[in-house]
Structures are given as structure tokens and as C-alpha cells.
């Protein structure tokens, strides 16, 4: 139940594509939802983050999805970036730990 | 923005030493500091949240008495891996909350990892 399924596990864009990657999740408790954005050998940095009572919440090029009765969301990039080429982690909060997903490698091709 | 350190970046150890990792926040305060662990392609693990001044809380299936976990004060915590072993070579990530503004409880903020190789 403290799972959070993500997908795809890789995904390659063209230059100025949308990058998609969604998540869902079991538990009703979890009460608080960012997104990581890592590079190799680095520690995550948070995005973007989204509370339940929120359909959507975009900022710049970034974009959550929120489908609350569902259990679903997702992140959008938009005119995606070879700079933007990296591992991604949803995450979920109940308390104050942090679930994460199981990353999505992003390649943005030029 | 709210900043956190790791040191050091890179170890290198035998196996049977013990090795210290430490994690601070340098521009806030942080009540709560949590330790992961990264293996290759994987995703991160909750390893333990240590609260300042008190004992941490350990994950299911980590074993304490291996890595001891320090909250001695609002901006530093210690992670110490005891007696390592190869397969303790891992990526440690530490992560803060801050106390109050910059985000408040919401927020964790992570460090830059620390790469452990256990020869």
C-alpha cells in the first residue's frame, strides 16, 4: 500500500517534444506529491510539487496532473530540452516520509 | 535557497572500517533529516529519519547497530556505517526539512549524495 508504481522506465523525446510520465499510488493518506529531477552521480532537486486538492499545477515548462479519484499523476514537460535529459521520481508524502517512485530515465534527443 | 552538504562526496574504504558520512543544512534549520540509499538505476530508499536530539527511526529490514545515525543539533546529522562490507556500497543521500519557511514541512531538501565504495 505505501507503493508507487511509475512509468515509463525510459523515454526519449525529440527537441520541443512533450515528456510524459506518469504514477499512481495506493494510499489514501498520502497527502503531499513532488516530482525529483536528478543527473548522475547528484542528489535529487525537488520541481515541482502538488496537494490532493489540486487538479493541476503548472510551473514554467512543468506541468502536474492531479486525478485524485483515480490515484494518478503525472508530469509533463513541455518543449522539452536536451539540458532536461535525466532520472525522474515521483514521490508521495504520508507524515513526513517520502515514497518514491522507480525513476524514469528521460533522454531528450537535439 | 535552502542548501544542504554532504561530506564527504567520495569514500573509499576496506572492508571491516567504519565510515562516517556527514549531512548539514546550511541556511536553515531542520527538526528532521532523513537517510536514503541509492543502488545503481534504482530508486532511492528510506534508510532512517533522525529528529534532533532524539533517537532515529529505522526502516523496516535496516539494521541499526550498522549504521548509526547522529541529529546532534538543528543543522547537522551523522551517519556512520560500522564494520563495512562491499555490499554496503551504495549512493547515501541525506535529506533535510526545514523547520519553519522555506517551503516549512512540505519541503525536503537533499544533499548531493555521498558515493561509498567498500573494497
Known amino acids: 500500500q505505501q507503493q508507487v508504481k511509475q512509468s515509463p522506465q525510459s523515454l526519449i523525446v525529440q527537441k520541443g517534444g512533450i515528456s510524459i510520465i506518469n504514477c499512481a499510488y495506493e494510499?489514501?493518506?498520502?497527502?503531499?506529491f513532488p516530482w525529483y529531477q536528478q543527473f548522475p552521480g547528484k542528489g535529487p532537486a525537488l520541481l515541482i510539487a502538488i496537494r490532493p486538492d489540486v487538479s493541476e499545477k503548472k510551473e514554467g515548462r512543468f506541468t502536474i496532473s492531479f486525478n485524485k479519484s483515480a490515484k494518478q499523476f503525472s508530469l509533463h514537460i513541455m518543449d522539452s530540452q536536451p539540458g532536461d535529459s535525466a532520472t525522474y521520481f515521483c514521490?508521495?508524502?504520508?507524515?513526513?516520509?517520502?515514497?518514491f517512485g522507480e525513476g524514469t530515465q528521460l533522454t531528450v534527443n537535439p | 535557497g535552502a542548501v544542504v552538504s554532504q561530506h564527504p562526496s567520495r569514500v573509499i574504504c576496506k572492508s571491516g572500517t567504519s565510515v562516517k558520512i556527514e549531512c548539514r543544512s546550511l541556511?536553515?534549520?531542520?527538526?528532521?533529516m532523513f537517510w536514503y540509499r541509492q543502488f545503481p538505476k534504482q530508486s532511492l530508499m528510506l534508510m532512517a529519519t533522525?529528529?534532533?536530539?532524539?533517537?532515529?527511526?529505522?526502516e523496516q529490514g535496516v539494521e541499526k547497530d550498522k549504521f548509526l545515525i547522529n541529529h546532534a543539533s538543528l543543522t547537522l546529522s551523522t551517519l556512520t556505517v560500522t564494520s563495512a562490507h562491499p555490499e554496503d556500497s551504495s549512493f547515501y543521500i541525506c535529506s533535510a526539512q526545514p523547520q519553519s519557511g522555506a517551503g516549512g514541512r512540505d519541503t525536503q531538501y537533499f544533499g548531493p549524495g555521498t558515493r561509498l565504495t567498500v573494497l
Open positions: 533522525s529528529n534532533e536530539g532524539s533517537k532515529a527511526t529505522y
Open positions: 541556511d536553515f534549520q531542520a527538526t528532521t
Open positions: 514521490a508521495a508524502r504520508a507524515g513526513s516520509r517520502l515514497t
Open positions: 494510499n489514501t493518506a498520502f497527502d503531499y
